[in-house]
């Protein structure tokens, strides 16, 4: 198939069949993938579009479609090509608009939105999700309701409304049904169903329910291959399953997706969803003990995306800083906090503060300052506080955890029982993940904590 395309595209003659041809296989080089091609041929074509009268408004419009979605899922996280999918997606829906196209109006605004989304301006991603799914309503399709539900569901979720975003998502996921015709796949470049477990499995593991989101990423991974989409797979292992397996702790499940994707990306998938392959390698090893040989490997799957701020990458970053911190590199990984502190605080990013100012006050801790303990308690508490407002019971339990441990060193074991045990008290799954594993270790040296039956706790809250 790929070689029937290029010959296709290399026929000599008119300009205006290359076009035509062009926007006309952007479906079919979607369905299989093929996100270079389809981004080579769609700048060529747009390089041979008329000028003035002459310029096809609807072509134009496909091809600016088309490049926005390649560059989309194959460069997005390369710094210098995120500022072109905007203009690309932008252009796209200034046509669509100008030529009432609700179907390009639905593709464009999804292509802004992930642009925003990508960029951290979630408010701005949150406006676009809205007017996609006010047009949607207008339309026949569920699919495309569907769709602006999960975009919605998303800018809450990086926006820090877990609550809000788990309706949505689970709006999605309630509502499914597989279409005989992939068009979603189409529009929005992933399956939906794939993408809304994705994000759901994220906002269960941060409201506390770690055995319920690993199941759900599972459940992305079967949805993936229920598709036979090369793309979906790879985002539901890269996006959910791996680094969700690695913060609970179960290093032989990410073991087992990280070898899925690099086998899977390598033979089917651009090669950037292999290079998350050897990120997630790295990781294992760290996590294993052996942290050289896993940060060399680390680096080589960052490559390019080293600087970027994609929501993979900023996942790494919560993986690794303790880690590293503990190895000897506390000041670059105070250093890399700091910056992605600086870059949430001037855009709307809130879902990862609280873990990030948690880590900063870990990393102060190790590094043993003049007022490093006063500044790290002071960490934990505007950590705890934020988690707790955000409904994010992950993120509370890992500050309660830090604050607790720093309390008890300090003698204060009654105000570390008081900050850590109503935090364990809130979980009703995942005992054996290894935050609550910790917790549970930390609890037991504080000398009025009683365990309950079977290890759970003590008090249980509905």
């Given amino acids: 198939m790929r070689a029937a395309l290029n010959w296709a595209f290399s026929l000599e003659g008119d300009a205006s069949i290359g076009i035509a041809l062009t926007a006309a296989a952007v479906p079919l080089w979607m369905r299989l993938s093929l996100l270079e091609e389809c981004r080579g041929r769609t700048e060529q074509a747009l390089a041979t579009l008329g ?12 091809l600016h479609a088309a490049l926005g979605a390649s560059l989309t899922f194959n460069r997005s996280e390369i710094p210098d090509v995120v500022t072109e999918i905007g203009a690309a997606w932008t ?55 569907l769709a602006g539900e999960q975009m919605i569901g998303i800018s809450q979720h990086y926006l820090g409304d877990q609550a809000s ?11 499914y049904i597989p279409p005989i015709q992939r068009s979603d796949i189409i529009r929005f470049e992933i399956d939906l169903l794939v993408g809304a477990r994705v994000f759901l499995a994220w906002v ?63 033979r089917h998938a651009p090669a950037r969803w292999h290079d998350y392959g050897r990120i997630y390698q790295g990781l294992l090893v760290i996590g294993r003990g052996d942290v050289i040989a896993g940060l060399q490997l680390l680096r080589a799957g960052l490559g390019e995306r080293g600087k970027a701020r994609s929501r993979v990458l900023r996942t790494i970053l919560l993986l690794t800083a303790e880690a590293l911190g503990r190895a000897g590199e506390i000041a670059d990984r105070l250093a890399t906090v700091e910056e992605v502190l600086e870059w949430t605080a001037h855009n709307d990013e809130r879902w990862l503060i609280a873990e990030l100012l948690r880590i900063k006050g870990e990393l102060l801790l190790m590094q043993g300052a003049p007022e490093a303990a006063a500044t790290a308690e002071d960490h934990f508490r505007q950590a705890l506080d934020l988690a707790h407002r955000q409904g994010a019971l992950s993120w509370e339990l890992r500050s309660a955890t830090s604050l607790a441990r720093r309390l008890r060193d300090q003698g204060r ?37 009683q365990e309950g039956a079977a290890g759970q706790p003590a008090v249980k809250k509905v």
């Fill in 165 to 175: 975003a788990r309706r949505h998502l689970e709006c999605v996921t309630a509502h």
């Fill in 413 to 449: 074991s009654v105000e570390a029982l008081a900050s850590l045990q109503p935090v364990y008290d809130w979980f009703t799954e995942g005992f054996e993940t290894a935050d609550l594993k910790a917790a549970r270790n930390l609890l037991n040296t504080l000398p009025t904590w």
């Fill in 51 to 62: 000028t003035g009268a002459s310029r096809d408004a609807r072509r134009e419009m496909q």
């Fill in 204 to 266: 269960l593991w941060l409201q506390g329910f770690p055995d319920q989101a690993i199941q759900t990423a599972e459940g992305s991974i079967a949805a993936a291959r229920a598709t036979n989409h090369a793309i979906s797979l790879c985002y539901a292992l890269a996006q959910a399953a791996c680094p969700i397996a690695l913060l609970i702790g179960d290093l032989a499940a990410a073991e087992q997706y990280t070898r899925v994707l690099l086998d899977h990306s390598t």
């Fill in 91 to 145: 252009k796209a829906l200034e046509l669509a608009e100008r030529l009432n196209d609700a179907e390009y109006r639905l593709r464009s605004l999804w292509g802004l939105w992930f642009f925003h989304t990508t960029s951290g301006r979630h408010r701005i991603a949150l406006t676009l999700a809205q007017r996609l799914s006010i047009l949607a309503a207008k339309r026949p399709e569920p699919l495309d309701r």
